[in-house]
């Protein structure tokens, strides 16, 4: 539940509610249950862009679902003739390498997609315990906290990249994706934090929260039972930016030279695409396409991000906004 | 350059609350009273001056003791529409404080037991819905049920109905009557509307800029006021009875 | 009302002093913290690379780099860090040995100032004007291709832009040089054909940060005006009968300010960029070096690097967060 769907209820129920008495029968219920169970789902498709942006995400998701499963060639063997370009057998050509570009697309589309999910999620809830608690605590806490998040949001996030980077290539051990999710959960979450504290900061001040400190709530127990209820929306669409700077993050990272590039995804894709010069010898069908994909990737993200914002910030919402008052009145 | 000083709202306010009583605080909008109902419960600290509650100095409390002074005394919010959390429904706002405070009965029938309390019958009509399917009304009882339900001493009402509709308030208001009468609490009830003071309440402050200016037995107050600030107050309430002289 | 808003010119300079200490404790502990020795780790690299053509002194010298001894408690080495720091002294480059870091920062950090503060300008220019132009036309054809276009080009690997600007505008369309910062055989220093060719070189850079960063302010102003243009107050001019573009510049003036509290953040990204730009461009900023010293693992490098860059932008924030301050009597109340 979130405050749109809470707007949208108001509507229907004026007469649903207020006239008739709830009838709960069988087919209804199995019906509003399903209708609660997709209602995030159901809020995204509400804007526009969000709209399109979750088409853009479930092509992608889609693409790297048969990715796992299927790829015309293995992804990473050197196993036909050097810089073919496009044809029926290669689709988009082969590598400087001699490996096949669609094959290495289908096959990096999963790894690039779970990295940005998961700088997504783990960046998220790192940001949302720091901006909740630090929104909600005493004040100096709150003042130190903000200090922290402030050092991180100012240094640039490439130079942290650099840095970590290197000191994980110190370690000269293979630990996979490990290294580049953790740096690029420590150079992402910052921002959330900021918005997470200010908008908890504000949702802390209404009444229905003072109420639960009257009647003797532990501030924990406010945080996970109301806090991150009301701030739900803002949580979605703060993963959505976090997952987009996590793709972009890794586009960063491989190209830096501080990720694992034994791996295929689209940003070693680049990498060695870039390496081997191949947009001054016009090798355009091994550069352009992990490009593409990755643009499109981020510009999901970034949809669904703006999207969200334009459901939860109601300032940017003007009309029903001046409906809620005539029902109101 | 703007410097930050603290302003105070309250001055010199001397206050007593007997046991029992239905105690009216009137003031216009500035006057500190809000301030106060929100010092009453802690949820700010007087800057000078003493809470005595039972005896004992609260002004101080802190962790388990400032919970417990809290669960004895319980405010309703000037505006019922947010006051109650949107995402939990009637139910759950009852039983939270039931379960703080460690309700050694059958939570269940206790929870009807305060909806029936309040007015809202039956309960099982009401215990699943949402603030936001509620009118006004509703919400305002949801929510005295949700104050009772940690069994106050004192209940502190900030302007319990100026955001209802006029035809409700004659509801909420005998609501609270019947709760001093039958639960034997004592309760603060602040507005600024002096109508519904003198119809419920049995002593009354008026505050002004943050100072009391006059206080005691209501009836004597409202009609022989003293103070010229009282006078303007009771000058400016509506009498349904006065006629507008139209020229 | 006095003009300086002291207490919170403090605070800044007190969070300034605070970050930047955090910032240098940073770059002190992470060679430390790596298991075994990072001089040894470059030491041995170095060894495989040349052959055995480098002797065991070399050694002790990339652990006198580095502050590494383990015989000398840690806050020692740490003020020897400091003490060294304030001295200019940031140690020896590995890879362009035996160059000092400090010569190699003298030398690259103005041109990557150059660009950062260019770009950022630029964009911040255009980027407030597009935003104006979607939040003032809001839901119209112009508000979608404005938004739909900065959401890609920030969606867009800033990268990937820059090979496709240089592929198109350099390699095939000669328009652009393909690197460096100005012309072979002009010289450095106040005279008219150094400028002009400096200025040329920095088209394409200074193209693509621009058309990366601008998305933040495009959003950021749109999202702000909107709410301003919905006001009362903005009724309340209309009502008074003030003319259309008169409206409107309140409305944009009055979004401008909590946009600009995005400064920040933006002098960060720019900065990335940059960063990232200079080794494609082939331009000589820190970026340039810092793909150098991240291959063959230059650590006094990557340290000096670190700290100057961050300094720079310390202090770019310090000077936008005062002039915010002067600027917006609101931002002085939030104090952050």
Do not use: C
């Amino acid at each position: 539940m979130t405050p749109e769907s809470n707007r949208r209820a108001i509507k229907l129920n004026v007469n649903d509610d207020a006239l008739k008495e709830t009838r709960v029968d069988g087919i209804s219920a199995i019906f509003s249950s399903l209708k609660k169970m997709f209602a995030p789902v159901h809020i995204l498709t509400e804007n526009g862009k969000s709209k399109f942006g979750l088409i853009l995400l479930l092509a992608m998701v889609a693409f790297a679902v048969v990715g796992i499963f299927y790829t015309p060639y293995a992804p990473n063997a050197y196993l036909f003739k050097k810089s073919m370009p496009p044809s029926y057998n290669h689709l988009l050509g082969t590598t400087g390498y001699g490996q096949d570009v669609f094959s290495q697309l289908l096959a990096g589309a999963a790894p690039t997609l779970m990295i940005g999910f998961s700088v997504g999620i783990l960046g998220t809830l790192i940001s949302v315990f720091v901006g909740v608690v630090s929104g909600f605590a005493s004040k100096k806490v709150n003042e130190i906290i903000n200090g922290i998040v402030n050092v991180f949001l100012v240094i640039p996030g490439v130079l942290l990249i650099m840095l970590f980077g290197a000191y994980f290539l110190g370690l000269k051990q293979n630990m996979g994706y490990l290294p580049t999710v953790i740096i690029l959960i420590s150079t992402g979450w910052a921002f959330g934090a900021r918005t997470f504290r200010s908008v908890t900061l504000s949702v802390s001040k209404r009444d229905y929260i003072l109420s639960s400190i009257l009647i003797g709530e532990r501030k924990l127990s406010i945080i996970f039972r109301q806090i991150i209820k009301s701030i739900m929306p803002v949580i979605v669409s703060n993963f959505f930016f976090t997952a987009m700077y996590g793709t972009m993050g890794l586009t960063f990272v491989e190209y830096l030279g501080v990720g694992n590039l034994q791996q295929v995804n689209w940003g070693t894709m680049l990498y060695w695409a870039i390496n081997n010069e191949a947009y001054l010898v016009g090798e355009w069908w091994w550069i352009l396409p992990p490009a593409i994909l990755i643009s499109v990737l981020m510009f999901a993200f970034i949809l669904l991000n703006f999207g969200l914002d334009e459901i939860a910030n109601p300032a940017l919402k003007v009309f029903k906004k001046k409906k809620k008052v005539i029902e109101r009145a | 350059m703007t410097r930050s000083e603290s302003v105070n709202a309250l001055q010199n306010v001397d206050m007593e609350l007997n046991q029992n009583e239905l105690l009216g605080i009137v003031g216009a909008s500035g006057s500190g009273k809000s301030t106060l109902a929100r010092i009453l419960v802690l949820l700010y600290r007087p800057t000078s001056g003493k809470i005595i509650f039972e005896g004992n100095d609260v002004s101080n409390l802190k962790g388990k003791n400032l919970r417990k002074y809290r669960s004895q005394i319980q405010m309703v919010f000037q505006d019922p529409y947010a006051s109650l959390d949107p995402f939990h429904n009637v139910e759950w706002h009852i039983k939270r404080p039931l379960v703080i405070t460690k309700y050694d009965g059958n939570i269940n029938e206790r929870i009807d037991s305060l909806l029936e309390q309040v007015k809202l019958t039956p309960p099982s009509q009401y215990r699943n819905k949402f603030p936001h399917q509620l009118s006004g009304g509703q919400r305002q009882r949801v929510y005295m049920a949700r104050a009772l339900a940690t069994n106050p001493k004192v209940l502190i009402a900030d302007e319990p109905v100026s955001m209802l509709d006029v035809s409700l308030r004659i509801e909420i208001l005998d609501l609270l009557l019947s709760i001093k009468k039958s639960l034997g609490i004592s309760i603060i009830y602040i507005t600024h509307d002096l109508n519904t003071v003198s119809m419920i309440t049995d002593r009354i402050y008026v505050l002004n800029q943050g100072r009391v200016v006059e206080y005691g037995d209501t009836k004597s107050i409202v009609t022989n006021p003293r103070d010229s600030y009282t006078q303007q107050l009771i000058k400016a309430a509506p009498d349904p009875y006065k006629k507008i002289e139209v020229d | 009302m006095t003009a300086l808003p002291i207490k919170y010119i403090i605070k800044r300079i007190v969070i300034f002093i605070a970050v930047f200490f955090g910032a240098l404790t940073l770059n002190f502990m992470l060679p430390r913290l790596m298991p075994g020795n990072p001089a040894e780790i470059v030491y041995e690299d170095l060894l495989r690379d040349s052959g055995g053509d480098i002797n065991i002194s070399f050694l002790h010298q990339l652990e006198a780099e580095y502050g590494i001894s383990n015989n000398k408690p840690i806050w020692i080495q740490f003020f020897s860090y400091l003490n060294d720091l304030f001295h200019g002294n940031l140690g020896i480059s590995i890879a362009f040995f035996p160059v000092p870091v400090s010569t190699i920062l003298y030398e690259a950090l103005p041109w990557t100032l150059f660009l950062v503060i260019s770009s950022i300008t630029i964009s911040f220019f255009i980027g407030n004007r597009l935003g104006r132009y979607a939040g003032l036309n809001r839901n119209h054809a112009g508000d979608l291709i404005i938004d739909l276009f900065s959401m890609f080009m920030a969606a867009f690997p800033a990268f990937v832009l820059a090979f496709l600007m240089l592929d198109i505008f350099s390699v095939y369309g000669k328009l652009f040089p393909v690197g460096g910062a100005f012309a072979v055989g002009v010289n450095m220093g106040l005279n008219v054909p150094f400028i002009v060719s400096t200025l040329y070189h920095a088209v394409l850079p200074v193209a693509t940060i621009t058309l990366t960063s601008l998305g933040g302010w495009v959003l950021g102003m749109r999202n702000n005006i909107i709410p301003n243009v919905n006001s009362d107050y903005i009724g309340f001019s209309q009502n008074l009968g003030l003319k259309d573009y008169q409206v409107k510049r309140i409305a944009y003036r009055n979004a401008l300010l909590p946009n600009l509290t995005g400064f920040s953040m933006s002098i960060g990204l720019s900065v990335s960029g940059v960063i990232i730009e200079e080794s494609i461009f082939s331009y000589p900023g820190v970026g340039m070096y810092m793909i150098t010293a991240i291959d063959d693992l230059d650590y006094p490098l990557l340290q000096g690097i670190f700290l100057m860059v961050i300094i720079a932008v310390l202090v770019g924030n310090l000077i936008v967060d005062i002039l915010l301050g002067i600027l917006d009597p609101r931002i002085k109340q939030e104090g952050d």
